[in-house]
């Protein structure tokens, strides 16, 4: 790799020559007392030969400074330096008129779009370096001219701006000028505003044009280098392929290897297979060009019926505006559910402080007359403040307890009610100030229940309008109405509207509304058997709405009530809420009635432990009917017998084992067959066995070849035989009889038929065998 050339950075000199003199400047060679020979001036780079004439014009010493042009020493080299520039030199006379005429061609020629002056321009690469023959001519013919007094010819393109340098010739002293010929200046010449600005523009372009010039030559570099480097590539590459091409020019075809005979019929062979190839080949490209121009024409013909159908817009449209529909209507119900949740919660609270309130009120009367009773058994007066604050509380509500009575045998008296005994009524009448306030609150939540959907459009809130449109869409697109399950998107849709349909009914009052009487429950069943006659197994989807409506809807609004609004003592509450359970439960099989049944027995037990007692005292105070242990005994016993009528009622909707343990085990066993067996004898206590009889259901007993009561009748039974064993002693013949029926009734035949062979009852046996 060629060594790149040492670049040569000249730095600018800072003497001149005297314009007003017109001498050349000291920065040549000869000038700096150098002899060395013109060649090595050739050999300088071109920038180190172009004449600095117009760039140092303006630079200006006194004459004292410059050297001295009388020396003979030096000339020499100056004079052949001078000559590689211009050919000819100018007088003494006319230096100044020259070197003013450069400088002036210098400033004018000077623009901020050129970086060198026209002199410039033509001694760059035409100078040619003069011989000393040349030289020495040209310095006759100058001493000629001034001989005769003629003028010297200037020749504008070997003129150069520098001519007014005197040259000193050691061959020639005679052209040397006489002193007195010699301008010797003392002072500068005073320059203009214009040279001065000439001289600054002249020496920033010349610092331009400097490097610029070094680009210049370095990109010159550059390029030569590499075109040497593309040369020796070039050169390799040649002298490969040459060698590869002698390689290959080398191997030659072998001619003593040998090839199996190729025969006709081998050729025919080959070409039969392959054309039998191609032409398979070809059928199968024509059964897929064939099977591609079906398709196309299938698929233009399907484009154009798509096209030319009005139908599938219409489908279309249809499709969109039920997909809006239901989008606005779910966007309503979810921002309408958080009120109806709310009013929700308060009817419920209301409803549910009022039960709260009645059920203490009972536990509290039985509380304070049992304590007041014990006190009275036990003939004992208070005699602390505490106790005796505590006895006027007690009689305060024992006063208050008898008052309701009796309004309440008034009542019965006025309606006829005659056969009606204490402790039966279920004590549920409000206290006036209480029910005026539950009255006000209700009215307010029904008043704000009614402000729901005032703003809403009867299309999103009405049932029937929404299940219309379902209707409408069944009717026009069955395949796809059974297709997206619509029948399991309905009772979702519509629980937020049946709720609030349902947030004012109460299934524990008699005047509530029936099931079949509500308007979600008509419109929900007209919409099920208005269904399309259709052989598809989804068409019966449609049947399992209204029950999944109701297991969805009513089934955790009647559990909420079971649990915490339901008193069972109660015997209207308990006969509405079965009204209500038996329709849901046997009528709609489908529901799902786990929770329902766990609840109401679970209410069941409760009712049992909390609000059962019946107190057992001495014969002496039971044997007068009119004292109040007596009548307390009496209340006591036929409220727990109104709860086993009650429990009982349940029957075909609670499953008969959970019954008998109830009722059998529960509360006959433990409360009511003990109070039967503190009875006095009599027709009273015989009375109250046929209510016990007459409360068990008949289809316990249905077996004819049943000979046995049931297990948890065993008690009961004993106490009907150890009855009838004390009145047969009294000689009471009916009460006995009617004991037998009980025991016949309950299918305790085996002990009916030994107390009458005890007893010797023959008109007895017949009633016996009958069953």
Known sequence: MAHRPKRVFRPRRADSSDSDG????????????????????????????????????????????????????????????????????????????????SESKGHQSSSPNTSSSPEEKEFSPAVRIRDAAFIQAARRKRELARAHGDYISLDVKQTSTLSGTKTNSDEDPESEPDDHEERIPFTRKPQTLRQRMAEEIATRNEDISEDSQEDE???????????????????????????????????????????????????????NTRLTLLQDTHRSHLREYEKYIQDIKSSKS?????????????????????????????????????????????MHALVLKQAMTLMKRRQDDLKHESAYLQQLSRKAETSTNGSLALDEKAQQILEEMEFRRARRRQARTLSGNCDHEEGASSDDEPPAAEGADFQKGQDDILQNHAKIFEDVHEDFCNIQNILLKFRQWREKFPDSYYEAFISLCIPKLLNPL??????????LKLESMGL?????????????????????????????????????????????????IWDPLSTSQTTNLITHCRMILEEHSTCENKDLLNSIASRIKKAIEDDVFIPLYPKSVVENRASPHSKFQERQFWSGLKLFRNILLWNGLLPDKILQELGLGKLLNRYLTIALLSALPGPDVVKKCNEVAACLPDKWFEDPAMRTSLPQLDNFIQALLQLAHKLSKDEFRDEVKEIILILVKIKALTQAESFTEEYQLDHLRSLIKGN
């Open 22 to 101: 017109g001498e050349e400047s000291s920065s040549e060679p000869g000038a700096r007392g150098e002899q060395g020979p013109p060649a090595e001036a050739a050999k300088r780079p071109l920038r180190d030969r172009r004449p600095r004439g117009l760039v140092w014009a303006s630079s200006r010493r006194p004459a004292a400074a410059a050297p001295s042009t009388d020396s003979d020493s030096g000339d020499t080299g100056s004079e052949n330096a001078l000559a590689e520039s211009r050919t000819i030199d100018l007088s003494a006379d006319e230096e100044d008129g020259t070197c003013q005429s």
């Open 217 to 271: 030559n370095q990109d010159a570099w550059e390029q030569q280098q590499m075109r040497k480097a593309v040369k020796i590539i070039e050169g390799r590459n040649i002298v490969d392929l040459s060698h590869r091409s002698g390689s290959q020019r080398v191997k030659k075809f072998d001619t003593s290897v040998s090839f199996p005979p190729v025969t006709l019929e081998m050729i025919k062979r080959q070409l």
């Open 302 to 346: 399907t484009i154009k019926n798509i096209e030319n159908s009005s139908s599938q817009a219409s489908n279309y449209k249809f499709y969109k505006s039920m997909k809006i529909y239901v989008e606005n209507v779910i966007d309503c119900l979810n921002e309408k559910i958080i009120d109806i949740q709310e009013i929700e919660s308060s």
């Open 498 to 507: 049946i709720r609030t349909q349902l947030i004012d009914w109460n299934p």
């Open 516 to 564: 079949k009487q509500m308007p979600w429950f008509t419109s929900i069943e007209e919409f099920v058997n208005s269904r399309m006659e259709d052989s598809k197994e989804e068409a019966s989807s449609d049947k399992k709405i209204l029950a999944a409506v109701i297991n969805k809807t009513l089934i955790p609004r009647l559990t909420e009530f079971v649990e915490f």
